[in-house]
């Protein structure tokens, strides 16, 4: 294949397998006609750039039955309010500001623009959850950003100072299209802001559950500084977060128009030590997710020959390569319990694991709990202290930790 950034030529290091759509979750008639793809990472040796090789068509992820809400965690409705104070007083100067958001889905940031008096656009593909962002005083278009996206933003709505976005840029193929989309969309000195998971959290923590249809990039400070630099944008400032277990916060400008926060060569430097230009870290990133997949089988096989229950906590969608990827089904996990009304009563992806309203959970608890919603961890563990004093048991499918055992 072609690296979807420079062209050049690369080939996928490993196979996840067989892969269904991560967020569709489905009911029992749909079994026969669900869509699968084969998962294969791989990694840009010229621009640096980590991708999967084949993606679904975005249509098939992202539509009005759309199973991801935002706001399902506490602790992701605080960080995004902490997010747009952030940018509106560091990022945001003068009269009749413009903000944008890709991505916007139910509002959870933008509510807080909104809030302040500052005009605001989400851009949504995603019909039912930019229906719930009207309940918080948000507008969107439901519509996939792009240039002609763009376009019509500047002709309806003027130019914008800012645009923004979380866990959606990792999500588009086409980036030379949305680098056109922000130039034609801000002002002069106008930032594009993203956030994603973080390569370097994913290498560290064999998170390797980051990895799924929606999310055909992972990216780095390496990659960014070269997939914006061909459409005249520079890195001017990274702020490591620990959302979705590692992300980065990038910020960036026209070239030779803000100043260069130090953070930025800081951050470089540390991905150049750490190996994340290099092939052989991610040969080794392969030999990690083998041993992880071997861990975790291995507790799950235990836990069943002990007789112990076992349920599946949060319907992520980082879970959907985790139990494709190990082959982990209902023998293994009886349910998993979910906070999300369009996930619940129906079957996990693939492996079509029955996924149960929480109450369930909370009434019968199991012996042991797999925390596949392993990121919101500290939230999860403040809220089910009851489960744990009683003697229930986690399991980390993704253990935070470097000896990876
Ligand atoms: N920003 C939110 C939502 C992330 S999920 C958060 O961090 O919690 C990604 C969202 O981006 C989905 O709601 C999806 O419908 C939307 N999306 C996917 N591709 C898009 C595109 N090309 N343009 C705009 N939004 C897109
Ligand atoms: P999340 O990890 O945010 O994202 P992704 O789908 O991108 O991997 O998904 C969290 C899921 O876990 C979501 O379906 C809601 C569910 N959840 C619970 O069931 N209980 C909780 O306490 C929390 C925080 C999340």
């Given at each position: 294949?072609?690296?979807?950034?420079?062209?050049?030529?690369?080939?996928?290091?490993?196979?996840?397998?067989?892969?269904?759509?991560?967020?569709?979750?489905?009911?029992?008639?749909?079994?026969?006609?669900?869509?699968?793809?084969?998962?294969?990472?791989?990694?840009?040796?010229?621009?640096?750039?980590?991708?999967?090789?084949?993606?679904?068509?975005?249509?098939?992820?992202?539509?009005?039955?759309?199973?991801?809400?935002?706001?399902?965690?506490?602790?992701?409705?605080?960080?995004?309010?902490?997010?747009?104070?952030?940018?509106?007083?560091?990022?945001?100067?003068?009269?009749?500001?413009?903000?944008?958001?890709?991505?916007?889905?139910?509002?959870?940031?933008?509510?807080?623009?909104?809030?302040?008096?500052?005009?605001?656009?989400?851009?949504?593909?995603?019909?039912?959850?930019?229906?719930?962002?009207?309940?918080?005083?948000?507008?969107?278009?439901?519509?996939?950003?792009?240039?002609?996206?763009?376009?019509?933003?500047?002709?309806?709505?003027?130019?914008?100072?800012?645009?923004?976005?979380?866990?959606?840029?990792?999500?588009?193929?086409?980036?030379?299209?949305?680098?056109?989309?922000?130039?034609?969309?801000?002002?002069?000195?106008?930032?594009?802001?993203?956030?994603?998971?973080?390569?370097?959290?994913?290498?560290?923590?064999?998170?390797?559950?980051?990895?799924?249809?929606?999310?055909?990039?992972?990216?780095?400070?390496?990659?960014?500084?070269?997939?914006?630099?061909?459409?005249?944008?520079?890195?001017?400032?990274?702020?490591?977060?620990?959302?979705?277990?590692?992300?980065?916060?990038?910020?960036?400008?026209?070239?030779?128009?803000?100043?260069?926060?130090?953070?930025?060569?800081?951050?470089?430097?540390?991905?150049?030590?750490?190996?994340?230009?290099?092939?052989?870290?991610?040969?080794?990133?392969?030999?990690?997710?083998?041993?992880?997949?071997?861990?975790?089988?291995?507790?799950?096989?235990?836990?069943?020959?002990?007789?112990?229950?076992?349920?599946?906590?949060?319907?992520?969608?980082?879970?959907?390569?985790?139990?494709?990827?190990?082959?982990?089904?209902?023998?293994?996990?009886?349910?998993?319990?979910?906070?999300?009304?369009?996930?619940?009563?129906?079957?996990?992806?693939?492996?079509?694991?029955?996924?149960?309203?929480?109450?369930?959970?909370?009434?019968?608890?199991?012996?042991t709990a797999l925390l596949?919603?392993?990121?919101?961890?500290?939230?999860?563990m403040?809220?089910?202290?009851?489960?744990s004093?009683?003697?229930g048991k986690w399991i980390s499918?993704?253990?935070?930790?470097?000896?990876?055992?």
């Open positions: 294949m072609k690296c979807r950034i420079c062209q050049h030529a690369i080939s996928a290091f490993m196979t996840f397998g067989p892969m269904p759509i991560a967020n569709c979750f489905l009911t029992q008639d749909e079994f026969g006609s669900e869509f699968f793809f084969e998962l294969k990472p791989a990694f840009c040796e010229r621009c640096y750039t980590f991708q999967i090789e084949n993606q679904p068509d975005p249509e098939l992820m992202f539509h009005d039955q759309y199973a991801f809400f935002s706001r399902t965690s506490v602790f992701m409705q605080r960080h995004f309010r902490a997010y747009a104070d952030w940018v509106a007083d560091n990022h945001l100067r003068g009269d009749d500001l413009f903000v944008v958001e890709i991505g916007s889905n139910d509002g959870i940031m933008l509510e807080h623009f909104a809030n302040r008096g500052i005009r605001h656009l989400g851009v949504e593909p995603s019909a039912n959850v930019a229906e719930e962002a009207r309940k918080f005083g948000v507008e969107s278009i439901v519509r996939f950003f792009g240039p002609e996206t763009a376009a019509y933003i500047v002709s309806e709505y003027g130019q914008a100072d800012s645009l923004l976005a979380a866990n959606v840029m990792c999500h588009i193929p086409d980036l030379n299209s949305i680098a056109k989309g922000a130039d034609l969309l801000l002002k002069p000195a106008g930032v594009l802001i993203f956030e994603d998971p973080y390569l370097g959290s994913m290498l560290e923590k064999t998170s390797y559950d980051q990895i799924y249809d929606e999310h055909v990039f992972i990216f780095s400070a390496l990659s960014v500084v070269n997939i914006f630099a061909a459409h005249g944008f520079e890195l001017i400032d990274l702020l490591p977060q620990e959302t979705h277990g590692g992300s980065m916060r990038y910020v960036l400008a026209r070239k030779g128009v803000r100043d260069i926060s130090s953070s930025v060569s800081g951050i470089i430097n540390d991905e150049k030590a750490a190996g994340l230009h290099l092939p052989e870290t991610y040969r080794q990133f392969k030999r990690d997710c083998e041993a992880s997949k071997a861990r975790l089988v291995g507790l799950l096989t235990d836990e069943k020959d002990a007789g112990r229950r076992v349920v599946g906590y949060g319907a992520t969608s980082k879970s959907t390569t985790i139990l494709n990827y190990c082959g982990i089904g209902a023998d293994l996990i009886e349910y998993i319990s979910d906070t999300t009304p369009i996930k619940q009563h129906k079957f996990s992806p693939g492996m079509h694991i029955p996924v149960k309203p929480y109450e369930a959970f909370a009434g019968d608890y199991p012996d596949l919603a392993w990121n919101h961890q500290l939230e999860i403040a809220k089910e202290k009851a489960f004093s009683q003697g499918p993704i253990p935070d930790s470097k000896s990876k055992t």
